[in-house]
């Protein structure tokens, strides 16, 4: 992303689009931009918000957006509460969805049935992961005491990850219909923004360090999937012996 700084970004389930928040070069604010995995193109999202946009998440089978914004007629200060809102791909309308008013910061994600969850921390000292239906009406469904969590929906919209601190880690928690959030696994981990995503309906992506691990929402079981400084270190020793061959041949 030429000239963007990405913060946060997520891949449409046809995987043809990326939506990144991120800081263009010069400016202040986060902005939302949609990319098209084809071509490599990328469009700003245009929204009647000057404050910061962030988290982006695919909603609707990709036909939305989710993102928090402040206010539109609030004043540019940090102590602005976000707010959710979701924005159609096909007019470029934006709407507000209702979220509890005692919260101030919100990360949304698509469930299934036209739900949208979203952890919000009040305070900064806690959050609550809430459900909000088509009439708009919220009931909380899972709570920790950690503002850093972060959270993530299958695909089909059955399943919520979110995350919370640990004395040595962090922690891993499924919700997953009525039933109460069960814990799933315990990762050390010196990171706080680890970035869960599934990538199917089982199993969890995130980011550990320099590594990429996969977590089983059903067994729990915790695999690294890539070390990324050991691959690049890999792929430059690959990319110097082809070099050097390269020149040999050239010499003879």
């Not at 924005?87 to 299934?112: I, M, Q, R, W």
Request: proline share 7%; with cysteine; glycine share 10%.
């Amino acid at each position: 992303l030429p000239g963007l700084r990405p913060e946060e970004a997520d891949l449409s389930l046809d995987k043809r689009q990326i939506v990144v928040s991120a800081r263009p070069e010069g400016q202040k604010r986060l902005r939302l931009f949609l990319v098209d995995v084809a071509t490599d193109q990328v469009h700003p999202l245009p929204t009647p918000f000057a404050g910061d946009l962030c988290w982006p998440r695919f909603a609707d089978g990709g036909k939305s957006v989710l993102f928090t914004a402040t206010a539109k007629d609030a004043p540019d200060d940090a102590r602005n509460r976000s707010q959710i809102e979701k924005l159609h791909l096909s007019d470029g309308k934006v709407e507000l969805v209702p979220t509890d008013p005692n919260h101030c910061e919100f990360e949304p994600v698509a469930l299934a049935g036209g739900k949208i969850a979203h952890l919000g921390t009040s305070c900064y000292l806690n959050f609550s992961v809430q459900e909000t239906d088509r009439q708009h009406r919220s009931r909380t469904v899972g709570n920790a005491g950690d503002p850093r969590g972060e959270l993530a929906s299958s695909p089909n919209g059955q399943k919520l990850v979110f995350t919370r601190r640990a004395r040595d880690g962090l922690e891993f928690w499924l919700l997953q219909g009525t039933k109460p959030p069960r814990h799933l696994a315990s990762v050390v981990i010196s990171r706080n923004h680890v970035q869960p995503r599934f990538m199917c309906p089982q199993n969890v992506l995130f980011l550990n360090g320099p590594a990429v691990s996969t977590l089983d929402t059903v067994s729990g079981k915790v695999s690294e999937v890539i070390d990324l400084r050991q691959a690049l270190a890999a792929t430059r020793a690959a990319e110097g012996r082809g070099g050097r061959g390269a020149e040999g041949r050239r010499g003879q």
